[in-house]
């Protein structure tokens, strides 16, 4: 698992030299979600707010999201990937999908069955806080 978090943080900054394997997933899980507030994230991710806060800075320097008034609450601000926030998720998204395809192109189908349903399983649990029992 290591490994593998590592060559995914080399690969985030090959994908897009501005763009960070945090920075990306903060933007796909804004896209997947239409918006969230900054709070939220933090939550999300079991993260400090301030450093979080440091991640949005930076996204929003680079015109990638921007803050929203929540028309449901004027008090809130909720964070939007932008026009170009999408593009360059789009595009560093589609070029790990081709990378993906390019290293399992010769697994055989076996292997990548049980791969994803590897995967799928790991992605299922909920995490320690969320109901499930530490075995």
Excluded: C
Excluded at 16 to 26: A, D, I, K
Excluded at 83 to 100: D, K
């Amino acid at each position: 698992m290591t490994a593998f978090a590592r060559r995914a943080r080399a690969s985030a900054g090959r994908m897009h030299p501005e763009l960070s394997l945090v920075s990306y997933t903060l933007l796909g899980h804004l896209e997947e979600r239409d918006g969230l507030r900054a709070t939220d994230l933090a939550a999300h991710y079991a993260l400090d707010k301030s450093t979080v806060s440091r991640q949005v800075s930076a996204l929003e320097r680079a015109g990638l999201i921007e803050r929203r008034v929540d028309p449901d609450d004027h008090r809130v601000q909720v964070l939007h990937l932008t026009g170009s926030g999408r593009r360059v998720l789009a595009q560093v998204t589609e070029r790990r999908r081709a990378a993906f395809r390019e290293r399992l192109a010769r697994w055989p189908e076996d292997d990548l069955l049980r791969f994803a349903a590897y995967l799928e399983r790991y992605n299922a649990w909920p995490g320690p806080d969320r109901g499930e029992e530490r075995a």
